[in-house]
């Protein structure tokens, strides 16, 4: 059962419980009609408390600016909303623990520490050792960071000139690692490829930064300085844009047919092994963990990192359980301005209920969706409006 899944089970549960004895102690009336009121109560929370998870929070670019990210408002979080997060980690008795020792203790069956909490920051985003690693290490907090190799930014050395936008070097992130902070890879390319013959836009000025899958595509190799072209440089404006999908996920469509899954298979193998060497050449290590670009994944391509030795890999749709696969991390993604507008009591709540409903504490999605519910409107209303 996907999360989605047992929380609309659980609250459908409830509110017939809850509805139930509220029907039946109108129709008894009187004191005694708080008494089916209490049952329906007492029955209808133990659909809201179940078994305890482990909460992976997944964050990506934090900056107070971050424009230069076409999909920034939906994954820049303002490292005064980091800051936030992490007291209310530390108010809640939350114990941060490592990917690694965590997805190590899962598979030798050890207990976890109480209330464990996983911080994960995806895309390898300069702004992560600017801004996050900081606050990380004041907080005394470790985390782990995604990065994809075509992104990794080729200069040299650990940068300190007041920049935060594009992308980590490599030196930088074995900066992070001397910090204590976890680097382990998000593929390759972090691709989308064409799944399709059929155009659903046609590339302009206006949206081909949106649409960057498309030239990330068709540029094998470094691509760490995709933003800062005025125009597209491997497909030019005016191209059809086809449906794509997850490169590691799906078949590809090239030259008017749908690669056979043998060459997807041998795809993801490809992509895996190259972060295998990757890491062993500039980091002197193997890594461990796997994160999937964009948090999809077939059941191949977890068969396929089971082979080649990763401990563990990202996508799962669950709350990380104990009757869970040990092997499968489950992630709730982290955003800014729970409520539309960045106001830190909306963010340091919002952040509580989802950590709490990780743990297994249903009664928290009563706050949290109508935050969400108030996003959705608000950001819909201020279309223009950046992290």
Same mark, same amino acid.
């Given at each position: 059962?996907?999360?989605?899944?047992?929380?609309?089970?659980?609250?459908?549960?409830?509110?017939?419980?809850?509805?139930?004895?509220?029907?039946?102690?109108?129709?008894?009336?009187?004191?005694?009609?708080?008494?089916?009121?209490?049952?329906?109560?007492?029955?209808?929370?133990?659909?809201?408390?179940?078994?305890?998870?482990?909460?992976?929070?997944?964050?990506?670019?934090?900056?107070?600016?971050?424009?230069?990210?076409?999909?920034?408002?939906?994954?820049?979080?303002?490292?005064?909303?980091?800051?936030?997060?992490?007291?209310?980690?530390?108010?809640?008795?939350?114990?941060?623990?490592?990917?690694?020792?965590?997805?190590?203790?899962?598979?030798?069956?050890?207990?976890?520490?109480?209330? %464990?909490?996983?911080?994960?920051?995806? $895309?390898? @985003?300069?702004?992560?050792?600017?801004? =996050?690693? +900081? /606050?990380?290490? &004041?907080?005394?907090?470790?985390?782990?960071?995604?990065?994809?190799?075509?992104?990794?930014?080729?200069?040299?050395?650990?940068?300190?000139?007041?920049?935060?936008?594009?992308?980590?070097?490599?030196?930088?992130?074995?900066?992070?690692?001397?910090?204590?902070?976890?680097?382990?890879?998000?593929?390759?390319?972090?691709?989308?490829?064409?799944?399709?013959?059929?155009?659903?836009?046609?590339?302009?000025?206006?949206?081909?930064?949106?649409?960057?899958?498309?030239?990330?595509? %068709?540029?094998?190799?470094?691509?760490? $300085?995709? @933003?800062?072209?005025?125009?597209?440089? =491997?497909? +030019? /404006?005016?191209? &059809?844009?086809?449906?794509?999908?997850?490169?590691?996920?799906?078949?590809?469509?090239?030259?008017?047919?749908?690669?056979?899954?043998?060459?997807?298979?041998?795809?993801?193998?490809?992509?895996?092994?190259?972060?295998?060497?990757?890491?062993?050449?500039?980091?002197?290590?193997?890594?461990?963990?796997?994160?999937?670009?964009?948090?999809?994944?077939?059941?191949?391509?977890?068969?396929?990192?089971?082979?080649?030795?990763?401990?563990?890999?990202?996508?799962?749709?669950?709350?990380?359980?104990?009757?869970?696969?040990? $092997?499968?991390?489950?992630?709730?993604?982290?955003?800014?301005?729970?409520?539309?507008?960045?106001?830190?009591?909306?963010?340091?709540?919002?952040?509580?209920?989802?950590?709490?409903?990780?743990?297994?504490?249903?009664?928290?999605?009563?706050?949290?969706?109508?935050?969400?519910?108030?996003?959705?409107?608000?950001?819909?209303?201020?279309?223009?409006?950046?992290?």
């Amino acid at each position: 059962m996907t999360r989605r899944q047992e929380r609309r089970a659980r609250l459908v549960r409830w509110a017939a419980c809850v509805a139930a004895g509220g029907v039946a102690g109108v129709l008894i009336g009187g004191a005694w009609g708080l008494v089916p009121v209490l049952i329906g109560l007492a029955i209808g929370h133990r659909a809201m408390i179940a078994r305890p998870g482990v909460a992976v929070l997944t964050y990506h670019s934090v900056s107070p600016d971050a424009r230069w990210l076409p999909w920034s408002r939906e994954i820049t979080v303002h490292p005064d909303t980091l800051a936030t997060h992490l007291a209310v980690l530390d108010r809640i008795g939350a114990t941060v623990i490592g990917t690694r020792e965590w997805a190590r203790r899962r598979a030798e069956g050890e207990a976890m520490p109480p209330r %464990a909490v996983v911080l994960h920051f995806d $895309d390898g @985003y300069r702004d992560n050792h600017v801004h =996050a690693a +900081p /606050l990380l290490r &004041a907080a005394g907090i470790t985390a782990t960071v995604f990065a994809s190799l075509d992104f990794v930014d080729p200069a040299g050395g650990v940068r300190d000139d007041g920049v935060d936008h594009g992308y980590m070097t490599w030196d930088e992130l074995a900066d992070l690692e001397a910090q204590g902070i976890e680097v382990e890879p998000h593929g390759v390319a972090h691709a989308r490829v064409p799944v399709s013959d059929a155009a659903e836009d046609v590339l302009t000025a206006a949206n081909w930064r949106h649409h960057a899958w498309l030239q990330w595509d %068709a540029m094998p190799g470094p691509k760490h $300085d995709w @933003y800062v072209r005025e125009t597209p440089v =491997a497909v +030019p /404006l005016g191209t &059809a844009v086809p449906r794509s999908g997850l490169a590691l996920a799906e078949r590809a469509w090239r030259d008017g047919a749908r690669e056979t899954p043998e060459m997807l298979s041998r795809r993801i193998e490809e992509d895996l092994v190259a972060c295998q060497v990757a890491f062993a050449a500039r980091l002197g290590r193997m890594p461990q963990l796997f994160c999937w670009p964009e948090n999809v994944v077939r059941e191949e391509g977890r068969a396929i990192a089971r082979r080649l030795g990763y401990q563990a890999t990202t996508a799962g749709r669950g709350r990380n359980t104990a009757d869970e696969p040990a $092997d499968v991390i489950s992630r709730v993604h982290v955003g800014d301005r729970a409520i539309g507008v960045r106001w830190q009591p909306a963010e340091a709540l919002a952040l509580r209920a989802q950590v709490r409903l990780m743990q297994g504490n249903f009664y928290w999605y009563l706050v949290l969706a109508p935050m969400n519910a108030l996003r959705r409107v608000v950001f819909a209303l201020r279309r223009d409006a950046f992290a």
